[in-house]
């Protein structure tokens, strides 16, 4: 709902950062695994109860995803590259819920519920991806992309903002993650109606 919005705001000092990092010979490939490292490693942490080092993993994740598609973007986005990005995201949105769910039985069933809503999301979202694609159809609203981005009202940004309120507030993880599914679920319904209306025959 707010990536489109905020790429005009963190694109520019990305891109700054992602220059000098592509002329130092740093590809978007390396970054992506990197971040994912570090996202894993904050869902290992979360799941010891280390929250606090959990979070800042997180923001660290975060900020590599957002440079290695700055970085992508001076040597020129690839097919592999795209599909290892969008593989590494999506590892870490299940891995984070699933490590609150390891670290108290209490958070077993919202956090199953919140990763059900996840994959959801993701079906709907790469199987729009594909169709879109198949038709020739082409948006910048997320930046340039490998693949068709279409919208949601839960996306990235909402995402990142709901791990951190996680991390900040455990005790209200279940509240958290049961409310947030709700919103993947309206998302799947947002853009079910969506291609509804693109992909008619």
Same mark, same amino acid.
């Given at each position: ?16 950062? +992602? ?20 996202? @894993?490693?904050?869902? =290992? ?10 979070? !800042?993993?997180?923001?660290?994740? #975060? @900020? ?55 994959? @959801? ?5 790469? =199987? *729009?991806?594909?169709?879109? !694609?198949?038709?020739? %159809? ?8 490998? *693949? ?20 900040? *507030?455990? =005790? ?5 993650? /049961?409310? /947030?599914? +709700?919103?993947? %679920? @309206?998302?799947?319904?947002? #853009?079910?109606?969506?291609?509804? =209306?693109?992909?008619?025959?």
């Amino acid at each position: 709902m707010f990536d489109a919005k905020l790429r005009p705001l963190i694109d520019p000092p990305l891109n700054r950062i +992602g220059r000098a990092l592509a002329g130092l010979g740093v590809t978007a490939n390396q970054l992506t695994f990197a971040g994912l490292g570090l996202g @894993l490693g904050g869902a =290992a942490a979360i799941a010891f109860g280390h929250i606090g080092w959990g979070l !800042a993993l997180i923001l660290a994740n #975060r @900020l590599l995803d957002g440079l290695d598609g700055a970085v992508a973007r001076v040597a020129g986005p690839s097919d592999f590259g795209g599909y290892c990005d969008i593989v590494a995201d999506f590892a870490f949105y299940v891995a984070i819920p699933l490590a609150f769910g390891v670290m108290a039985p209490e958070n077993t069933l919202p956090a199953l519920v919140l990763v059900a809503s996840f994959v @959801l999301t993701g079906v709907s979202f790469l =199987a *729009f991806a594909t169709i879109a !694609a198949k038709r020739g %159809a082409e948006t910048e609203a997320h930046g340039r992309k490998s *693949f068709f981005y279409s919208t949601g009202f839960a996306e990235g940004a909402e995402t990142i903002a709901v791990f951190i309120a996680m991390c900040l *507030f455990p =005790a209200w993880f279940g509240v958290i993650a /049961y409310a /947030y599914a +709700g919103l993947c %679920a @309206l998302t799947v319904i947002q #853009r079910s109606a969506l291609a509804m =209306a693109m992909f008619k025959d």
